[in-house]
């Protein structure tokens, strides 16, 4: 059972779009949500995160937004660039417990010229 | 900077062969982790260590083993290979094991034939 969701598998946006990537989960006690970009033959690497105290966090031009009750979360990149092109993995991981950080499959963006 | 080093950058292995993975990392850290990325996946944990001489099974165990011989250095064992195993490795270590960024090596691309 996937316990983080992540959709759509893949989204092309033009440039200066806003694109919306979204996440779901399953483990009501995970309490930290990281997001991880990885360009192609590269690593992952964290870009921004969100822990529920709050919900929403702005780093620049990415915004996470989270709903604690609904188990949902989206990424939002705004005046998107074509250097934005990576997939993004929504993560999640708990303070107790299963504290493994738990990787979704990914949403591959593609930001056209 | 943090820094996981793994080797080899990419291995051709024959089916039943043995394969080893090495991965080193200066950043003091004292959790390593073992992932495997496969198309269309994301990241999938395969064992963990958070002391030396010590490892933990993460999700996907089966027919890996793993060695934590130092603080700095981490290896992943397929003892016999198999064509299922054909996939991208990655190293990784974290301050601590909960709510904290993780640092990715640069990966191990293994194609078993």
């Known amino acids: 059972q996937q316990q983080v969701r992540q959709s759509p598998q893949s989204l092309t946006v033009w440039e200066g779009e806003t694109a919306i990537l979204n996440c779901s989960y399953e483990d009501s006690t995970f309490d930290y949500f990281p997001w991880y970009w990885q360009f192609p033959r590269e690593s992952p690497a964290l870009l921004i995160a969100?822990?529920?105290?709050?919900n929403k966090k702005e780093d620049g031009r990415f915004t996470i937004f989270f709903n604690k009750r609904e188990k949902k979360l989206s990424l939002h990149i705004t005046d998107s660039q074509p250097g934005d092109s990576a997939t993004y993995f929504c993560a999640a991981s708990a303070s107790s417990g299963s504290w493994q950080l738990i990787f979704g499959s990914g949403t591959q963006l593609t930001v056209m010229p | 900077e943090a820094a996981v080093t793994q080797s080899p950058r990419s291995k051709v292995a024959v089916t039943g062969g043995k394969v080893t993975l090495s991965c080193h990392q200066t950043n003091n850290h004292d959790y390593m982790y073992w992932y495997r990325q496969d198309t269309g996946h994301g990241l999938r944990l395969i064992h963990y260590s958070y002391v030396a001489d010590s490892t933990e099974k993460g999700d996907i165990p089966d027919g890996y083993k793993a060695s934590r011989p130092s603080q700095e250095n981490f290896s992943l064992i397929l003892e016999l290979a198999s064509l299922s195993q054909t996939a991208v490795y990655f190293c990784?270590?974290?301050?601590?094991?909960?709510?904290?960024?993780?640092?990715f090596g640069k990966g191990t691309r293994l194609t078993v034939v």
């Open positions: 969100i822990r529920p105290v709050s």
């Open positions: 990784a270590s974290s301050d601590r094991g909960t709510n904290t960024e993780v640092f």
